[in-house]
């Protein structure tokens, strides 16, 4: 593994030039690359109008599948895009044939989005059952294992959680859904990118992953992993004409699925979400998911130790091992203390009774110290 020039990857961010930094979980920075990648496909659709489709833009769309795909270790035709986690799940849940009585598991810190999904089908009779957490921080796999019935047809949880940074074995409940016959669902938003994957040693069936975060390709624009053998058994009832095999036969008589996993697609994608998305990931390919691993674990436990030597009390996961970025800080109104971080330009959001702080390959250790001086002196005062 060679070591990226940081500073250089630093310098593809202006917004570092103003700013500290610490909420990639929430939203992944701009770079002059998608700045310019989404000038490129502005460009293109000025100068050509509806030709950009066929050469460039189907093009840029089938390079998004390609980075995924290399990034996680899949071929890209195991790759769906998609405009967001929630319409990921749709697309999933709408291909398995739930009856009444059927159960579907998630946890209790996965993004709720999915809960609200699962909670959906209560009126077909399927019956949501989230896995709670005791400590807030993580779920442990037996308690996942105790909550998967033979009644289970789906579970969903994510690599890493939202709200402690907890780096989860998922193998362990990917095997667990996998004996009761369910399927395997990744919610991987918060994990790919900064935490290195290889979607085959996982064993999900299904991993998504997108670009507001770690993937620093902006809003509007998802990733599905479907496994490959699993791809022809799943007809999404919830389709469109981007999933239909001949989709410019226009065809109105039939809905025949694509072989890929393209068939997960509804209709006209985002292009221009595609092209910032497709640049961003161009960029974390390029410095290595395992170099950038690195780099946050770095910044991720100088961060945990000096808020320890100031006296905080933190919210994380044990070891550093089980550790990503995601940091969060217990206060008992964390709001205004954001706001005052804010005004000296220090970025950081908060969830409910906590701080949240979140570094990044383009974070510095001076961001680290500069952030825990301001904390330490707001909280003070
Ligand atoms: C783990 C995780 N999953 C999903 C989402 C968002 O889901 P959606 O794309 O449906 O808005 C987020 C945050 O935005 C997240 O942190």
């Not at 921080?137 to 994510?158: K, N």
């Amino acid at each position: 593994m060679t070591t990226p020039d940081w500073d250089l990857a630093r310098s593809q961010f202006p917004t570092l030039q103003k700013k500290i930094y610490l909420n990639s979980c929430s939203l992944g920075l701009l770079s002059r690359r998608s700045r310019d990648a989404l000038n490129r496909y502005m460009d293109l659709w000025e100068e050509k109008g509806a030709a950009a489709w066929y050469v460039e833009w189907l093009a840029e769309m089938a390079d998004l599948r390609e980075q995924f795909a290399q990034l996680i270790n899949a071929s890209a035709d195991e790759i769906a895009i998609m405009p967001s986690i929630s319409a990921t799940l749709a697309a999933i849940t709408s291909s398995i044939d739930l009856q009444e009585g059927d159960q579907l598991v998630t946890g209790e810190l996965d993004f709720p989005t999915v809960a609200h999904g699962f909670h959906a089908k209560a009126r077909s009779g399927v019956e949501t059952t989230v896995v709670r957490s005791d400590d807030r921080v993580m779920v442990g796999p037996a308690q996942f294992e105790q909550a998967i019935s033979q009644r289970t047809r789906l579970v969903a949880t994510s690599r890493v959680f939202f709200t402690s940074g907890y780096i989860q074995d998922v193998s362990a409940i990917c095997d667990a859904a996998h004996n009761v016959g369910a399927l395997a669902f990744v919610d991987d938003y918060q994990a790919t990118g900064q935490v290195p994957i290889d979607v085959r040693e996982v064993g999900a069936d299904v991993l998504v992953s997108g670009g507001l975060k770690w993937l620093l390709g902006g809003p509007g624009i998802t990733y599905m992993y479907v496994r490959r053998d699993l791809i022809p058994e799943l007809e999404p009832s919830v389709a469109g004409w981007f999933g239909h095999r001949d989709q410019f036969a226009f065809n109105p008589h039939e809905m025949a699925y694509k072989e890929t996993a393209a068939r997960f697609e509804t209709g006209t994608p985002s292009v221009s979400a595609i092209y910032a998305g497709a640049e961003g990931m161009r960029i974390v390919n390029e410095l290595g998911a395992d170099a950038i691993r690195q780099r946050t674990s770095e910044l991720t436990s100088r961060l945990v130790s000096s808020l320890k030597e100031r006296g905080f009390t933190l919210r994380v996961p044990p070891d550093d091992d089980h550790h990503a970025s995601i940091t969060m800080v217990e206060l008992d109104d964390p709001g205004p203390v954001v706001d005052q971080l804010a005004e000296r330009d220090i970025i950081v959001d908060f969830r409910p009774g906590a701080l949240r702080a979140s570094p990044y390959f383009y974070n510095t250790p001076e961001d680290i110290d500069t952030f825990v001086d301001a904390i330490t002196e707001i909280t003070l005062d």
